[in-house]
């Protein structure tokens, strides 16, 4: 799959990149909803991954673009914890040879096309235990436009892409933080597990 070319962005530090891990997956985690083995998908530089890691899980993170694995083990090891960060394709998560019981998503799944959103779906299946969860935090389609930024994402569409074989557990109204948000911008975090 081609994507636009996010490892030059992490020449320097992407708007996506603030630092910490965002407030939604933070709370999930306060609330034990980040269980057994995590894989974080799109990991970027690490933040959720090494935060899912202080709660005593194995956790990987992987993400297409060089620059930000590497980024993200220097943090690791900087933060004197353990997980496993990989350069790998999100569209092959089949390769990676493991099933993970939890998988989180902060922004990867909205910047798929129509026509690679079932490719996504299915590898995403390849990697998940049969009563693992999926965790998604993507701009909604209630965040203005008039910026650019990534595609929003409607509740329809998360319902219509997790249709078949999926059990959409629920889909809330989250705000996504940025270096460009104040307050964050309007997103969606659905909760979706394999029926």
Request: glycine share 10%; hydrophobic share 35%; with cysteine.
């Amino acid at each position: 799959m081609s994507h636009p070319p996010f490892n030059e962005s992490y020449l320097g530090t992407p708007p996506w990149d603030i630092g910490r891990p965002q407030a939604e997956f933070v709370r999930l985690a306060g609330e034990g909803d980040i269980r057994g083995k995590v894989l974080d998908v799109g990991c970027g530089t690490g933040e959720h991954a090494i935060l899912f890691s202080q709660y005593g899980t194995e956790v990987w993170g992987i993400d297409s673009a060089p620059l930000a694995i590497e980024k993200a083990r220097r943090k690791a090891e900087t933060r004197g914890v353990k997980v496993k960060f990989e350069v790998e394709d999100a569209m092959s998560l089949g390769k990676l040879g493991s099933r993970f019981d939890t998988v989180t998503d902060c922004g990867l799944f909205h910047i798929f096309s129509d026509r690679e959103r079932p490719l996504f779906v299915n590898s995403l299946r390849s990697a998940m235990e049969p009563k693992a969860t999926y965790f998604m935090l993507c701009f909604s389609t209630k965040e203005p436009t008039d910026w650019g930024g990534p595609r929003r994402v409607s509740d329809e569409e998360i319902l219509s892409t997790f249709r078949h074989g999926w059990k959409v557990n629920y889909i809330r109204e989250a705000r996504i933080e940025t270096s460009f948000h104040e307050k964050g911008g309007r997103a969606l975090l659905s909760s979706v597990s394999l029926a």
